[in-house]
């Protein structure tokens, strides 16, 4: 019997999206008032999930406390008031898109994770646009 337990967190953020190999013109028609080169900031809303069998010591899944402390070390204090493209090293090279982003988060979390759980990163960057990651299924 697998449960999954779900932890929401927060951070502020800044990014650019933009491609330094392109001009800026072609970055203004893909990505828009993204491209705005003194960039612009989101609230992302973060959902961190844990699937596995409960313990049957605990009733645990996972402790909830642990994954609180996981995503804050790993993740607020890393991303939280942070410029995504100048101050995150995973994005030096990599446009802080939504999915990029959360593809970062679920390989920062993973190795923290029991490998017998499965892990589900949900990032919301607006109220309404939210990408989900699970992993390299394929
Ligand atoms: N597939 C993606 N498309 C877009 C991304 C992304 O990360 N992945 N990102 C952006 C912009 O960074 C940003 O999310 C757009 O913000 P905003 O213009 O505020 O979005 P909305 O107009 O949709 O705002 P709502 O409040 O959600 O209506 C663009 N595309
Ligand atoms: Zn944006």
Do not use: Q
Not at 74 to 92: G, Q, R, T
Not at 99 to 116: C, F, G, Q, T, Y
């Amino acid at each position: 019997m697998k449960v999954k337990v779900s932890r929401k967190a927060h951070f502020n953020a800044a990014h650019r999206l933009y491609r330094p190999d392109w001009s800026f013109e072609k970055n203004d028609a893909i990505f828009g008032l993204c491209n705005n080169p003194n960039f612009h900031g989101h609230n992302y809303e973060l959902i961190v999930s844990v699937t596995g069998e409960i313990d049957p010591e605990t009733g645990f899944v996972i402790d909830v406390k642990v994954l609180k402390d996981l995503i804050k070390s790993e993740i607020e204090d890393a991303f939280d008031h942070k410029n995504l493209n100048i101050e995150v090293p995973e994005f030096k090279n990599l446009n802080p898109t939504a999915e990029n982003i959360a593809v970062v988060i679920w390989d920062k979390l993973r190795p923290h994770i029991d490998n017998s759980k499965d892990l589900e990163v949900v990032l919301y960057e607006t109220p309404r646009n939210f990408v989900t990651y699970v992993g390299n299924t394929l």
